[in-house]
């Protein structure tokens, strides 16, 4: 464990300080880091320390196939390095792996199989909305039969899961929920009446959204006291979930041919976040993840900046990596402090939408077309490596923004 310590220190050591930041500092920035499995690399532990957010997808088997350091151990590190991060691990309700080449998921799949969990549709076949994972469907609806202990799958999961992972871990902070879908995305006899049910009909809609809402149900009962994060292919106004959690996730936002900026447009994007929030707590937890390249800075500038607009966390992916990295920009350093001003509703001028902080403002050019601004005295360009044409440091009291385009600038001290 001593030299586990020494590594880290060392690691740590080899990265820029970061600025002091307090709770309610801005940028916010979130982590999705359930890619490789390397949370016993100290430099890796360094680099997710730095995040306000970090949702980590630890295996079953961690703590056993890592005595030298279990979830314990890494979750208690990365909380050293930064006490304010808050931690949370990866679960999934809706689908899961039908063959045992996942040791650690048998039992799993030993229950899915004994009460026969699996959806199907009416030709009695297994279903799956992407082949991608190799996972399959599995029957949350009303409908599925109870096991012998008069459970349905989303309370035997809850249990199973805070067994393998909370129980014996209150370091964590958030139970994360992948999947929380609008509806299924797959056709299946859901009702179990020989016919195929349209996902479509808002009938099974419901039932989808019911299992998942029975799930969160079953997980308060068993941890009261953490956060639960959902990822969101929706805003949550549907009664079955609209406030039900504490956090969400909006995955690809930018970035993606899937996500709503490039379907739609700007303006849908912001409606998403905005009406998301408004369908959370108070203070939630919003992280607002896009996927580009490591050193396209402006789409980086433009997506963090459109965040910024309002109080979300702001999740970066490098879409060489997903999230097997930290990906990390000068902006990420910038020292904003609180917001000065609510998430604004219109353009300050010319198109181009603004927000101040303690620190600085930020400003988002979501339009088509170059734009040149005027700013009042006080303001100066981020110090950076990454972007020198942008961030050198300079007063800035008119700055130019190229379409699909945004700048942080400090004020000056």
């Known amino acids: 464990m001593k030299k586990i310590t020494l590594l880290l220190l060392l690691a740590t050591l080899a990265l820029p300080p970061l600025h002091a930041k307090t709770s309610g500092d801005f940028p916010r920035l979130l982590g999705m880091n359930i890619g490789k499995k390397i949370y016993d690399n100290p430099a890796y532990q360094a680099r997710l320390a730095r995040l306000d957010v970090v949702i980590l997808g630890f295996p079953p088997d961690w703590d056993a196939s890592h005595p030298a350091d279990p979830m314990t151990a890494v979750v208690g590190n990365l909380k050293r390095l930064n006490p304010l991060i808050k931690v949370g691990q990866y679960t999934i309700l809706n689908e899961a792996y039908d063959h045992r080449s996942f040791p650690s998921d048998e039992d799993i799949h030993s229950e899915i199989e004994k009460n026969h969990w699996w959806l199907r549709n009416a030709k009695g076949q297994q279903v799956q909305w992407t082949t991608k994972y190799g996972t399959y469907e599995v029957d949350i609806g009303e409908w599925a039969k109870p096991n012998e202990q008069g459970q349905r799958y989303s309370e035997w999961l809850a249990e199973r899961q805070n067994r393998v992972y909370f129980k014996d871990h209150p370091e964590f902070d958030i139970w994360y929920c992948d999947n929380v879908m609008q509806r299924s995305r797959v056709t299946a006899d859901w009702d179990h009446d020989g016919r195929d049910d349209d996902p479509t009909d808002p009938r099974i809609q419901a039932v989808f959204r019911s299992g998942m809402a029975r799930y969160w149900t079953a997980l308060r009962a068993l941890q009261p006291k953490l956060i639960l994060m959902g990822n969101t292919d929706g805003d949550l106004s549907q009664p079955e979930y609209r406030r ?135 303001f100066r360009r981020l110090t950076g490596k990454q972007a020198p044409e942008v961030n050198n440091g300079k007063a800035a009291t008119e700055v130019t923004l190229d379409k699909k385009d945004g700048i942080i600038l400090v004020r000056d001290r």
């Open 244 to 378: 039900k959690l504490d956090a969400a996730f909006i995955e690809g936002w930018m970035g993606r041919s899937w996500s709503i900026e490039h379907r739609q447009n700007w303006t849908a994007a912001m409606a998403l976040y905005r009406t998301t929030r408004s369908n959370l707590p108070d203070g939630a937890i919003l992280g607002v993840n896009v996927q580009g390249a490591a050193n396209d800075y402006q789409f980086l500038r433009y997506a963090m900046a459109s965040c910024l607009m309002d109080d979300g966390y702001f999740s970066y992916a490098d879409r060489a990596t997903i999230y097997s990295s930290v990906s990390w920009f000068d902006e990420f350093d910038a020292p904003l402090g609180r917001a000065k001003t609510q998430p604004p509703t219109q353009p300050w001028k010319q198109g181009v939408w603004r927000r101040d902080f303690e620190g600085g403002i930020a400003l988002v050019n979501p339009t088509d077309a170059p734009v040149t601004v005027t700013i009042e005295q006080g």
